[in-house]
């Protein structure tokens, strides 16, 4: 299984936001995104995603995106959420811009609770 994402470099002028925006939903840019929302609240859920910036250099391009979610406690009959900002780097490599896979949650087993 690749640990690297490869996505093809637009042509100049071409608007990266949208452009990476669209990767996200069609093209499976998505695995080099870090959706985990669990250091927040356990009980937190991720409710959305959204690209805000991405700029490029000679040797790469970075990607901004925000990431919100929310927890409802109903023990306090509250809901909490917010929005945590993230970046994530690719590197040049040819025609693409190489980016590493996001690292896959870590989860704990019952026995880690006792």
């Known amino acids: ?46 409710t959305g995603l959204t690209v805000t910036d991405a700029p490029a250099t000679d040797a790469g391009a970075a990607v901004h995106y925000t990431v919100s979610w929310e927890a409802f406690h109903a023990c306090d009959g509250k809901a909490v959420g917010g929005d945590h900002s993230r970046v994530v780097r690719g590197r040049k490599d040819g025609a693409d811009w190489v980016f590493d896979k996001a690292a896959a949650p870590t989860t704990r087993s019952t026995v880690d609770e006792f």
């Open 1 to 46: 299984m690749p640990t690297d994402i490869r996505v093809p470099i637009p042509q100049p002028g071409e608007y990266l936001r949208l452009y990476f925006d669209e990767m996200v939903e069609n093209d499976g840019f998505d695995l080099a995104l870090d959706y985990s929302v669990s250091e927040f609240d356990e009980l937190a859920r991720l």
